[in-house]
């Protein structure tokens, strides 16, 4: 009986689902954004190792300077504590230095609201007091806070990377840009708000590195990279030792589990 | 229970002669640890996985009470509170990372294990309980790692409960009104993410208290075994200490292993991007797609796109994928071959592997875009599915001969050492049957 009513429901279900596959499809539509979407190329990182790769201090110093001098005037940082920027190799007065030059909004004590210099405490603030204003100064788009840009985008640094020299002057024939918007064959829809930000030797970099729009970009990409995952080498380095304390522990206990079915092994051969 | 020969516990110190005499849990531990229990001797690797499950469990109610300290269920600083664990919590992203990871490998355990107890025929008698209390425990695993997900409140996280519990608005009539019942409100919000972290706070514990019906369970028949017959004598087992203890603390070894890799090295690879943008009512995003252990599943709720007897599309998905999870109940009795082990049921044996291939093919389409090819091939691929449990193992159980059975474990093990890759047996087909295990209980008569 069981089998009996199981059946019956199994032949339904089966013939919904099949009356659904043998149904014709819509004809496709071709997508151009699929046509002309790129995906991120790998832009070579020195943490790009899962395991041993770790992040050039340098190229991060030289990231963090673009961040500050082209994005940072439409994009906030805001889980980014001022204080962090010591694991990139600032000292703590250059940090405290830093941190100062943010106008962070506090109370008086009046209970007016008023500014203050920032604190190695305190995080990244601004460039807009919220998502309205950042909209209204951007053509109504929102440029996204960046510290977790290298996570959320599939690609991570090379996607950052490859949006940042993606732009190109004239879109293909069959593709229309609005005003205000630019041409991106990395970006999800091709159309991006985001002026291209990048123009050589934009910024002059302290190490004496040449500013072309391809370094400046793989540098910010390897900074936001950090701001994602601060804590990426240190991971690493623990894992290193985890996986080897475990490959060994794992070995022993192959030796012990082996020792302790050597009796058995050996009776099943010799009866 | 037990079998005849179990060794009986003697407590060897003063002390815990004393701690026995007045509460028994030396004893409990060594009857169903320890050397008291006698297992069969010929499990292979894929029985390690119930013991690596138990692990994963402990593991994920371990890092789960230490960020339930740093996290905050508020939908305003929900997503804000899991990135101050990831920065500014000492070891805290090593916890959320193992947390994460650890539910996928929690699932991958299950998996198996699962997959195990399907080819050797663990969830027939005299062990159809215990097979029911093991589809308890996962879905009360698919329940937590779902609201776990939610947790997070990132878009993924969003959106992803926000079509779940819109499954339950294609029900007609009280559709909507249970839809808003469960999430506290008409979208997701505060009300939701709080009863979600509710449960899924509470939700581990009673899973443990269900695993341990589980285990209480498999100790009254004791382990299946490989080639599904029963046990005869001594010979056919060994006690679980130290035999099993060994064994599993290698395939534990391993297990850590390879999650310690992925833990430490590949931390996102099993996560989607879209989940570390947080949650935005006001922007979709472009795929909508759930944790890939939900794959499988969400293939066949998307498999039905057409109204079929008056029934709209949308609730033959939903009750399609509630009926593939529930039917996994009566399958003690709609594969009612007395045998067990498909490696002597040729053509169960195939059935078991198109469906292996099937799962995976349905995973595939869960993960895509509901576009064609995948429509189509999550469509085929769901009739398998069906006609596999409901159709094929019903009939096969009745048509099918099996292979002859070894006498007993030992003769099993014995003549696969001495004659390694000859065939199962030379005897005639089927003339094994009359040694059949004694299950209790002839081929019904239906």
Known sequence: ?271 | MSFPWAKHYEPKSGFMKYVDSRLPIPRLVYNSLGAGYPVPKNLNYFYNFGVLAGVALVIQIITGIVLAMHYAANAKIAFDSVEHIMRDVNGGWMMRYMHATGASFFFIAVYIHIFRGLYYGSYKPPREVLWLLGLVIFLLMMATAFMGYVLVWGQMSFWGATVITGLFSALPLVGETIQTWLLGGFAPDNATLNRFFSLHYLLPFVTLGVVILHVWALHIPGSNNPTGIDVKSEADTVPFHPYYTAKDFFGLGVYLTIFAAVVFFWPNALGEVDNYIPANPLSTPAHIVPEWYFWPFYAILRAFTVDFLFIPAKLWGVIAMFAAILLLFFLPWLDTSPVRSNNYRPMAKIAFWVFFADIILLAICGGKPAEEPWVRLSQLASVYYFAHFLIILPILSRIERPLPLPNSISEAVLKRQTNVGAPASQQLPGAGIAEMPATGRAQPAE
């Open chain 1, 1 to 271: 009986m069981v089998k009996l009513i199981a059946a019956a429901i199994g032949a339904i279900f089966c013939a919904a689902l099949l009356w659904g596959a043998v149904q014709p499809r819509d004809a496709v539509v071709p997508d151009l954004v699929k046509k002309y979407y790129q995906h991120a190329e790998p832009a070579g990182f020195s943490f790009d190792n899962p395991i041993v790769g770790k992040f050039d201090r340098a190229q991060l110093q030289r990231g963090f300077q673009v961040y500050k001098e082209v994005c940072s005037g439409c994009h906030s940082l805001n889980r980014v504590a001022f204080r962090t920027l010591t694991d990139i190799g600032f000292s703590a007065a250059e940090v405290k230095a830093i941190a100062k030059q943010y106008d962070i909004p506090s109370l008086d004590a009046a209970g007016e609201p008023t500014t203050r210099k920032g604190l190695p405490s305190d995080n990244f603030y601004g460039p807009y007091a919220n998502d309205d204003a950042a909209r209204a100064a951007n053509n109504n788009a929102l440029p996204p806070d960046l510290s977790l840009i290298g996570k959320s985008r599939e690609g991570g640094a090379n996607y950052v990377h490859a949006l940042l020299i993606g732009y190109k002057e004239t879109p293909p024939k069959d593709w229309t840009t609005p005003d205000g918007l630019y041409f991106n064959v990395h970006f999800h829809s091709l159309n991006i708000a985001m002026p291209p930000p990048l123009n050589p030797d934009q910024v002059t970099y302290v190490d004496g590195t040449k500013a072309t729009v391809d370094q400046m970009a793989k540098d910010v990409a390897a900074f936001l990279m950090w701001t994602a995952e601060p804590k990426l080498e240190e991971r690493r380095r623990t894992g290193v030792g985890a996986v080897i304390f475990l490959i060994i522990l794992t070995g022993l206990a192959y030796l012990s589990y082996a020792r302790v079915w050597q009796s058995v092994k050996a009776k099943k051969t010799q009866v």
